[in-house]
Each structure stands twice: as structure tokens, then as C-alpha cells.
């Protein structure tokens, strides 16, 4: 068994996600693994792990998503974004498009020369119910929105999916406590008998909006690719904002178009923090209750 799993680190945003290539380690660690080595304490730290390149017969690379809680994600706009730098950087792609299968979809993505930004056609974004485990009302073009009881308070709720399921919450004025208090309840309500991710939005004008993102599997988070492409589609969706939207996150800014049929494009920054070693000791270790 080897003794040390070897990782490279990324952020988009101050979104930080570990790069797991199957070369090094064939074997998908388990969910208690994923775990710990998620852990800002107890391993190397992370909001979550990618695992690839892996073989696809539907598109060039494939790609898995794993939550620093242990489950898998769909899809992740910032997680594109940071295994399309490391396929960049391994040079397995140049400058020209190139497809991704996710659990949730195949996008294609695109590093521009001299690695300023990368841009990812994240799919269409589906308000339709059937896309999305949720037992609350349906969702219709003439009755879009729903209210949500949480905590004692009713909240205008938009549901929207891009391959992954998000709630989206306008509100007048947003911020990490609102994110924090709201999040969880939201994620984990009875609507949402498989979670969901959570956008608390405001609308700054037709080109920006502003979100905070309470991400299913990972907490309170800096930025979020699809919870940014679900946020902008809403927003436009319900009149408030044009096609080519600005997201203000607070680790961040990125840039998305929307197509006449919802499909977005996003376009935004990677960063490469290094290598990084993880001892398998670090595993065996269990810290005093």
C-alpha cells in the first residue's frame, strides 16, 4: 500500500479544490479518506477533491467531483476551470476547446494562451422540476418561484439546475452571516430530499449582481462557478438583468453570457498553489472527542 497520496493543489477564487490523477492512486479513496484529507486541521485542506483525468467514451477527459463531506458533486464550474489548468499544465490541452464528461453533462472548455482566464460552456440551465429532486410545488413559466418556510420566516425561493441542483434567494441586502444562518436550513430542507446548493442573491444593476453561496457538501464558500451561472440565469430569468452578467463573490469576479436557450458560458480565472503530499499516517490519526 503506498504510503503517501500525491496531490496538486488549485483555487479559482479562493475556491481550493486537491488534484487526484488516477495514475497516482487507481483506487478512489473512500468517503471517511476524502474526509480527512479534506480537513483544514487534520489534512491538507480543501474544499473538495478532483479525480482525473479519467477515460470517457463521450468526451476527451472525464471527470470526478468529490464534496469535502464525502459525497459527489455533479458538476462544478470552478472545478472545471482548475482540471482544465492542470490538463493545461500536464500539456495533455493547448489553447483549443476540449471536452469534459461530469456526472452532470459534458462541457467544453477552453484555456486562453497565456492562462488570464478559462472559459467553460457549462450546458443549459433548466428551471423545469423534473430536472431536480424536490418535493415542494411545481415550478412553471407562470408560476416561477415558490416560498419556503425556513426558520420561521416565508422567502421567495427560484429553483434552477445546470446539471446540479440550486436554490436561488434574492433578498435586499446579503452577506456570510445571512449565508451561514440560511444556508444549511436551506440545503437541507424537505424540498430537497438530495440537497442543494444555496445562492443568496442581490441585484447591484442589469450587468451585476452579487451572491453568497452556501455550497451542498462544503459549507460556506468563497466563490462557486455553477452556483454563478445558476445565480445570473435567474436573475435574467426574472427581468432584472441582461445576458452578459458580472458575479460579485467574495473571492472574486466571473464573467457569464446567456444564450437564447439558457445556455451559459462562463469565463473566469485558476491558480496554481503546488504540490502537495499527503501521509497516509494522517489517515490513522483520531483526534480526542
Keep these: 500500500m503506498l504510503k503517501i497520496m500525491q496531490f496538486t493543489k488549485y483555487h479559482a477564487l479562493g475556491n481550493d479544490y486537491l488534484v487526484l490523477d488516477p495514475k497516482d492512486a487507481p483506487e478512489l479513496p473512500s468517503p471517511e479518506e476524502i474526509v480527512r484529507i479534506c480537513h483544514r486541521n487534520f489534512g491538507l485542506g480543501s474544499d473538495g477533491i478532483l479525480y482525473g483525468p479519467c477515460d470517457s467514451e463521450k468526451a476527451e477527459f472525464g471527470l470526478r467531483i468529490l464534496n469535502p463531506d464525502g459525497s459527489e458533486a455533479e458538476k462544478s464550474g470552478?472545478?472545471?476551470?482548475?482540471?482544465?489548468?492542470?490538463?493545461?499544465?500536464?500539456?495533455?490541452?493547448?489553447?483549443?476547446?476540449?471536452?469534459?464528461?461530469?456526472?452532470?453533462?459534458?462541457?467544453?472548455c477552453k484555456v486562453d494562451d497565456g492562462l488570464e482566464s478559462i472559459t467553460v460552456d457549462m450546458g443549459r440551465v433548466s428551471f423545469a422540476m423534473d430536472h431536480i429532486p424536490i418535493d415542494g410545488?411545481?415550478?412553471?413559466?407562470?408560476?416561477?418561484?415558490?416560498?419556503?418556510?425556513?426558520n420561521g420566516e416565508s422567502y421567495t425561493v427560484y429553483i434552477a439546475d445546470i446539471g446540479n441542483p440550486h436554490c436561488v434567494v434574492p433578498l435586499p441586502e446579503i452577506g456570510k452571516e445571512i449565508a451561514c444562518r440560511l444556508g444549511a436550513p436551506i440545503e437541507t430542507h424537505r424540498n430537497f430530499p438530495k440537497r442543494t446548493n444555496v445562492q443568496f442573491l442581490k441585484v447591484i444593476d442589469r450587468n451585476n449582481i452579487r451572491i453568497e453561496i452556501w455550497e451542498r457538501g462544503a459549507g460556506y464558500t468563497l466563490a462557486s462557478g455553477s452556483s454563478a451561472s445558476a445565480a445570473?440565469?435567474?436573475?435574467?430569468?426574472?427581468?432584472?438583468?441582461?445576458?452578459?452578467?458580472t458575479v460579485h463573490m467574495p473571492g472574486g469576479r466571473i464573467g457569464i453570457e446567456i444564450g437564447d436557450d439558457y445556455a451559459v458560458r462562463m469565463t473566469g480565472p485558476a491558480t496554481?498553489?503546488?504540490?502537495?503530499?499527503?501521509?497516509?499516517?494522517?489517515?490513522?490519526f483520531s483526534p480526542a472527542s
Design 137 to 150: 410545488p411545481e415550478q412553471t413559466d407562470h408560476n416561477f418561484g415558490q416560498k419556503l418556510e425556513i
Design 232 to 245: 445570473a440565469a435567474v436573475a435574467h430569468r426574472i427581468g432584472l438583468c441582461g445576458r452578459a452578467i
Design 78 to 108: 470552478n472545478g472545471l476551470r482548475i482540471f482544465a489548468r492542470y490538463l493545461y499544465d500536464l500539456k495533455l490541452v493547448e489553447d483549443a476547446p476540449f471536452s469534459v464528461e461530469t456526472p452532470g453533462g459534458i462541457v467544453t
Design 272 to 284: 496554481r498553489v503546488g504540490g502537495m503530499d499527503f501521509d497516509l499516517e494522517a489517515l490513522d
